[in-house]
């Protein structure tokens, strides 16, 4: 299994025009993890993210696969082990989902090379890993948000990446094709040992479904570790301005978070 | 390399070996049936465009059997086939397959590239800016076929510049790209206009061309830049067409996939751009073929693949049969841009509408 990859971020600071999103940031991404970035909106998740499948070039610092800057790797070689899902990726009109999900060994044909049974074997076993073998030959354009992001997750394990990340992957879902994706990642990580880096927006989804947890604020890293560690009151109000209460999920033994507004209150959580 | 073996061996554990080589090998065949009718659409329409050349050298005012044809194509001497086939029929009928092959292939890369078939270089002013250059240099300076392409292209790729950097504003956006295209379309046709009724010797014949686009009056001197544009870009354009493919995906999908965006749109620009313009310099901007290639042969050939080749041969296609009929099919003589504008209006108008229901996003 390979699993050894080091993937680490060093004095990073990004920005767009005259605007700095990302601040010397620094991190080590766990190898064979499954790991969350949360912080509230524009605090630079998504940028983060980008710079680190070299959607962005750098100010300063740099993003580095296995002693690699990844800005100065070949791009296929550098797409054969790390793959990026944007948060809304654009599926041409009409295509397919076998064609769709076989865009995803792009990195691993040569200029002339033809398809082979490889490739075939790929897509085959994405799109059976993501249970939407069923849809290969459908348009996409025709399926439901649950099943046309499985088809998006199927073009990336189809890339056959050690790393993978995934720019909230779970928006626009509902409740059930929320878990179904993390479920789906959770799957990936155990039996192929990818390690995953992914961005979400719920804390509670994060905490649950991550083994480390980065909560990014102003631009650097306010605190990470283990969801247990990372997921308290203190955290949530400095990161997101907001009172809360965290409890233990009894299904998950995960922590959970509870958040507390101004309305509809019981007198407990006045405590 | 290794990776994926590794890969290949390990995932056994979560997919059961005879499931996954069912799935392949369905995968597979799909994806095979989806290559095979593309070459049928592409072998059809090589014949269509052959048996089109065929019948506009041997029908027109006197009809001469495909004996004299072959014969004067061979270089014999046949009485009156040898003016009439030799110098009007042959390269006019040549001019128009290479014009349409480079209105074809450039239209739809533009269209694949910025994911919107308003987005042809016909609509969004490259061909104006073209056809306006080329006319100021024909008209106005008097120079020879080569400084004449060199003035189309150059024009062209600034026209290309001027609307990609209007529009950026944080990105680029389709819409906001081919609104300005069509402004800046219309300020150039008005140059061709003014360039043309400033013209000492300003006639119909040259109106039409630089507005419309017009075979009439080609000759082998028009032919030869064409043909070797056409030669040293399409094979650039083809060689790019898997990364305009995954371009389709957006920038940060195909970017993740592996492909330098940034540096394969340049040379995709410059290749199409290349190609509308030598086309434009040869018969000014024959009208909506660009614009017209791509969805038809999109339309044939299905989703999936690669849209460069067939929609050069529709394009070549469209040419050939519009000007044929544009000289014989009315009473009045129409030159081939009239024929292909009355063709693209009302799929212009359809496109449009389309928008309008879809609520601006095409």
């Known amino acids: 299994m390979t699993t050894d990859h080091t993937l680490s971020i060093e004095n990073l600071t990004l920005g767009y025009a005259d605007r700095t999103v990302i601040d010397g940031l620094d991190l080590l991404v766990p190898a064979g993890k499954v790991t969350a970035i949360v912080g509230a909106n524009a605090c630079g998740k998504s940028t983060l993210l980008r710079s680190m499948s070299r959607l962005l070039a750098p100010r300063t610092g740099r993003v580095v696969l296995d002693g690699r800057d990844v800005h100065r790797m070949p791009a296929k070689q550098l797409a054969r082990t790390l793959g990026l899902l944007p948060q809304s990726p654009i599926a041409p009109e009409g295509i397919t989902v076998a064609d769709l999900v076989g865009r995803g060994r792009h990195p691993h044909q040569g200029i002339l090379s033809r398809w082979s049974r490889e490739d075939d074997i790929a897509v085959a076993e994405a799109l059976e890993a993501t249970e939407t073998a069923a849809l290969a030959e459908r348009s996409v354009d025709e399926l439901s948000g649950g099943q046309r992001q499985r088809v998006w997750i199927a073009m990336a394990l189809a890339q056959q990446t050690d790393l993978l990340l995934l720019d909230e992957p779970t928006t626009f879902l509902d409740v059930s094709h929320q878990i179904e994706v993390l479920d789906l990642l959770t799957d990936l990580n155990s039996t192929r040992g990818t390690t995953i880096v992914m961005v979400l927006h719920d804390l509670n989804l994060a905490a649950r479904y991550s083994d480390h947890l980065v909560a990014l604020s102003a631009g650097r890293v306010h605190a990470q570790g283990s969801p247990a560690e990372v997921l308290t009151e203190e955290v949530v109000r400095t990161v997101f301005g907001l009172d809360s209460r965290v409890i233990l999920d009894p299904t998950s033994g995960k922590p959970l978070m509870l958040p507390i507004g101004r309305h509809h209150m019981t007198e407990l959580s006045a405590l | ?362």
């Not at chain 2, 046709?189 to 014949?205: C, I, R």
């Not at chain 2, 841009?337 to 609520?359: D, E, K, M, Q, S």
Request: glycine share 10%; proline share 4%; with cysteine.
């Open chain 2, 1 to 362: 390399m290794n990776a994926s073996t590794v890969h290949a061996s390990t995932a056994t554990t979560d997919v059961p070996t005879q499931r996954r080589e069912i799935t392949a090998d369905t995968v597979a065949s799909s994806r095979r049936r989806r290559a095979t009718r593309r070459r049928a659409v592409m072998a059809v329409l090589g014949a269509l465009i052959v048996v089109c050349f065929a019948i506009t050298l041997m029908v027109g005012q006197t009809f001469y059997p495909p004996a004299d044809v072959i014969g004067v194509i061979l270089g014999h001497d046949v009485a009156g086939a040898t003016f009439t086939v030799g110098r009007l029929r042959l390269p006019r009928a040549v001019l128009a397959v290479l014009v349409g092959l480079c209105f074809g292939i450039g239209g739809v890369t533009f269209q694949t590239m910025l994911r919107n078939p308003l987005a042809s270089p016909d609509i969004i002013g490259i061909s104006s800016g073209a056809s306006a250059a080329a006319a100021f240099a024909i008209v106005t300076l008097s120079l020879g076929e080569a400084q004449v392409s060199a003035f189309a292209i150059v024009a062209g790729l600034v026209v290309a510049l001027v609307v990609y950097g209007l529009s950026f504003k944080s990105g680029v956006v389709g819409t906001r790209l081919i609104l300005i295209g069509i402004g800046i379309a219309a300020m150039l046709d008005s140059v061709t206009a003014y360039v043309l009724s400033q013209a000492a010797e300003w006639d119909l014949q040259e109106a039409t061309r630089w507005l419309t686009g017009s075979l009439n009056g080609s000759n082998w001197a028009q032919v030869v830049p064409v043909l070797v544009a056409l030669a040293v870009l399409g094979p650039v354009l083809v060689g790019q067409s898997r990364n305009l493919s995954m371009g389709q995906l957006g920038d940060d999908t195909a970017s993740a996939l592996g492909v330098r965006v940034e540096r394969s749109r340049i040379v995709v620009i410059i290749a199409a751009v290349g190609l509308i313009a030598f086309a434009t310099a040869a018969t000014g901007p024959i009208a909506f073929v660009a614009f017209l290639a791509g969805p038809i042969a999109s339309r044939i050939v299905g989703p999936g693949g690669s849209l460069l080749i067939p929609s050069a041969l529709v394009g070549a296609l469209l040419v050939l049969v519009a000007d044929f009929c544009g000289q014989f099919a009315f009473d009045t003589r129409f030159p081939v841009g009239v024929v292909t504008g009355v063709l693209g209006a009302p799929y212009l108008i359809y496109l449009i509408v389309r928008t309008n229901r879809a609520g601006g996003s095409l």
